[in-house]
Structures are given as structure tokens and as C-alpha cells.
């Protein structure tokens, strides 16, 4: 199921950022590898949560 909520920040030097779930209001980390669509803060996205070596990370992040 796609998870849906808003780009806090992503900082395309270093290829992270976070994104802020609308439902349950966590923030999840995002990398610029897990990027289907280029995003900036405050972009709305679709994406999906995969565990990753330091907890969920958001992947196959869309714009929405």
C-alpha cells in the first residue's frame, strides 16, 4: 500500500532527506537512490516503506 504524505526537506548535495507521513505523522528518511520523481520541500509524494539498516526508509517516492 502507497503511504502518502509531505517532503520536510531533501538536500540534493547529500541525497537525503525526510519525508512526513500524513497518517501517522513520523518523519521517514528518504535517499536520492529510493527517488522515482526529483522532490523538494513541501512537495506532496506517494511512496512506500522498506526496512532499511536504521529502521523504515521511504522508497519509490512520486510525486502525488
Given at each position: 500500500m502507497n503511504n502518502t504524505?509531505?517532503?520536510?526537506?531533501?538536500?540534493?548535495?547529500?541525497?537525503?532527506?525526510?519525508?512526513?507521513?500524513?497518517?501517522?505523522?513520523?518523519?521517514y528518511f528518504v535517499h536520492a537512490k529510493g527517488l522515482i520523481d526529483q522532490v523538494k520541500q513541501n512537495d506532496k509524494v506517494t511512496y512506500v516503506l522498506k526496512e532499511g539498516k536504521k529502521g523504515l526508509n521511504a522508497v519509490s517516492v512520486k510525486l502525488a
Open positions: 504524505g509531505i517532503v520536510k526537506f531533501f538536500n540534493e548535495e547529500k541525497g537525503y532527506g525526510f519525508i512526513k507521513d500524513d497518517r501517522d505523522g513520523k518523519d
